[in-house]
């Protein structure tokens, strides 16, 4: 065979294999009576791969009830599925094996894709287990917490608005230099204890451990002597619950971390009309309540969620004043509540609903302030699930476009003041 042919043929092979169409992400829905995949029909069997063409490993994390009827990019050989996509909620720090002594593998920032191709699981330190997704990405397998990994795509309509809404946020931080909302805020590092309630008590007992909290404005900034300006605003709290076993707090979420960010000036989106910035208290952290906004799953249930102050008026010139007052006084604790799904009674009238009682899970002291805490390298993210916690709703969605795009200029800013 000549040399000329040979390379002919390897060029044949080359063009043959980036035609095929199994070399490439496929498009597909998880149904799970039973389990199958509904994926494009240029691919054979009416458009169906059934389950024994799936990986063991790969059904693990297909039979998900969440999956159901998700739309997925599937990496498909011939008629077998091998890997399923993922794209990162938060910064991911990947690990090369699970239990004492793991050997990282390197971060991943948020929003960025990889492919799953199987599950495996530890026991974390209440005891409960951990889930973990065995993934490819820059052509290695490692393991990425799965909490912090979204699979499928459900709200198509609200990924554009985040997409479109992304470059103007991240505009507004570059003009601030600070983060578009919270642009500063103090850093504590709390207890956290389960009030272990009859209900939800699973996922109280969970909570329990430490937190890194961050406690600012919703809009303006405080001046050198930590003085609020005299205009409306909300004020904010961000919550990362963490292991204290893993070590003291991190600025980027580990493994069965969970982010939770509230916020003064808005229970519910749908509420926006009387709940807003001008009936928040933006001079004290303890005269407000504080709610994330959107609704999450709960053991089974969507709930919502709110965190509400202990009931003390501690003295201070300012907000940050009567704050680190509250911490040197050991009375600066907040409650983590929940309200499940409506409750259905009958009457003369047919069937009514109202709404489900708040159930207190936690209390949240904030134990000592971190002043130095690096708050640049300080990444909360509001899409990751943790500690039994799932967020949902299309805000969501808009959500994580808009915090990467921040929190990369940000860091831009900061390499520009290193550099000068």
Not at 5 to 26: H, I, N, R
Not at 118 to 130: D, E, F, L, N, V
Not at 288 to 303: D, S
Request: negative net charge; charged residues 25%.
């Amino acid at each position: 065979m000549t040399l000329r042919m040979t390379c002919a043929l390897a060029l044949v092979a080359a063009v043959a294999t980036a035609q095929d169409p199994s070399s490439a992400l496929q498009p597909g829905t998880v149904r799970h009576d039973p389990l199958r995949i509904e994926v494009a029909p240029n691919l054979g069997y009416d458009g169906v791969i059934p389950r024994e063409a799936i990986p063991a490993g790969l059904q693990e994390v297909l039979g998900d009830s969440e999956l159901a009827d998700r739309a997925l990019m599937l990496r498909v050989n011939g008629m077998r599925v091998t890997a399923v996509e993922g794209t990162t909620r938060a910064d991911v720090t990947l690990v090369r094996s699970l239990g004492l002594g793991a050997q990282t593998a390197g971060l991943i920032r948020a929003n960025e894709p990889l492919l799953v191709v199987g599950q495996r699981s530890t026991q974390g330190p209440t005891g409960a287990p951990i889930r973990y997704y065995e993934v490819r990405v820059r052509g290695e397998r490692t393991l990425a917490p799965a909490g912090q990994i979204t699979i499928g795509e459900p709200a198509k309509l609200a990924g554009v608005v985040g997409d479109a809404l992304a470059p103007m946020l991240g505009a507004g931080t570059k003009a601030r230099e600070a983060r578009f909302f919270h642009p500063d805020g103090e850093v504590f590092r709390a207890t956290v204890e389960s009030l272990r309630p009859s209900r939800f008590r699973q996922t109280a007992d969970g909570l329990a451990g430490a937190a890194l909290i961050r406690l600012g404005g919703g809009i303006w900034k405080v001046d050198e002597d930590g003085n609020e300006p005299d205009r409306r605003d909300g004020l904010g709290l961000a919550i990362r619950f963490y292991d204290s076993a893993a070590g003291g707090p991190s600025p980027t979420p580990r493994a069965n971390d969970f982010d939770l960010l509230v916020v003064s000036w808005a229970e519910r989106f749908n509420h926006l009309a009387w709940r807003t910035p001008l009936f928040s208290n933006p001079h004290d952290f303890f005269d407000n309540e504080y709610f994330p906004a959107i609704p999450f799953e709960l053991e089974g249930e969507e709930v919502w969620v709110r965190v509400v102050p202990a009931d003390v008026e501690p003295q201070g010139p300012n907000r940050i004043g009567k704050l680190l007052a509250a911490v040197e006084s050991g009375v600066a604790v907040f409650y983590l509540d929940v309200q499940g799904e409506p409750e259905t009674f009958k009457t003369r009238r047919g069937t009514r609903s109202k709404p489900g009682g708040w159930t207190r899970l936690a209390k949240i002291t904030l134990e000592e302030h971190l002043p130095e805490f690096d708050q640049e390298a300080l990444h909360y993210s509001p899409v990751m699930a943790g500690r039994g916690f799932e967020p949902t709703g299309w805000i969501t969605r808009i959500r994580r476009p808009v915090y990467r795009q921040s929190q990369d200029v940000r860091e831009g800013l900061t390499d520009q003041l290193r550099d000068q």
